[in-house]
T-cell receptor, first 115, second 112 residues
């Protein structure tokens, strides 16, 4: 069975500060990993994904994440936070094999950005 | 290109009633997945439809059922509504069953 743990349900940073959102996963097979963002009253938007290849993945809006197999982690970072980054962020995992596209999500981390 | 659209956006039902939620997939996408997102939680997989057949199901009771139509749009039906069914229901389409998911904005269901 797969699972995702997001450490910290709420992270608060100042505008211009580093953003670090933590995600650890559990998977019995090589995983595909994702970060999604959800703005209020909206659906989910894909920020970035890791499938194979380079372990440092760059996404939209200046975000990036690094897949660390030894630590079973996929933390999301952004060097300098903007007010527009305030949203809820979800880490998700799926099997690299299998016949359907079931994503298992973490509980989410709410990011607030202070002026 | 039209994205994933869901209807209705909001609805209120009472316990025991039935509800149907609708989803139009993005053009060219033949796979639709449904997720339930309770307040303060991450989305949970309900089921996926690929070429009009169910292709995987999460841990949801049989009163949650679905359909996919020849144009790849989809419906989620929930019978005998319970208070715990109150949630945001998200539909996502993908170009094939293992492709990237594109989410709609969801249907928010409140059960009183």
């Amino acid at each position: 069975a797969q699972s995702v743990t997001q450490l910290g349900s709420h992270v608060s940073v100042s505008e211009g500060a580093l953003v670090l959102l933590r995600c650890n996963y559990s998977s019995s097979v090589p995983p595909y990993l994702f970060w999604y963002v959800q703005y209020p009253n909206q659906g989910l938007q894909l920020l970035l994904k890791y499938t194979t290849g380079a372990t440092l993945v760059k996404g939209i809006n200046g975000f990036e994440a690094e897949f660390k197999k030894s630590e079973t982690s996929f933390h999301l970072t952004k060097p300098s936070a903007h007010m527009s980054d305030a949203a809820e962020y979800f880490c998700a995992v799926r099997n690299s094999g299998g016949s359907n596209y079931k994503l298992t999500f973490g509980k989410g981390t709410l990011l607030t950005v202070n002026p | 290109e039209t994205g994933v659209t869901q209807s209705p956006t909001h609805l209120i039902k009472t316990r025991g009633q039935q509800v149907t939620l609708r989803c139009s997939s993005q053009s060219g996408h033949n796979t639709v997945s449904w997720y339930q997102q309770a307040l303060g939680q991450g989305p949970q997989f309900i089921f996926q439809y690929y070429r009009e057949e169910e292709n995987g199901r999460g841990n949801f009771p049989p009163r949650f059922s679905g359909l996919q139509f020849p144009n790849y749009s989809s419906e989620l039906n929930v019978n005998a509504l319970e208070l715990d069914d109150s949630a945001l229901y998200l539909c996502a389409s993908s170009p094939q069953f293992a492709g990237e998911l594109f989410f709609g904005e969801g249907s928010r269901l409140t059960v009183l």
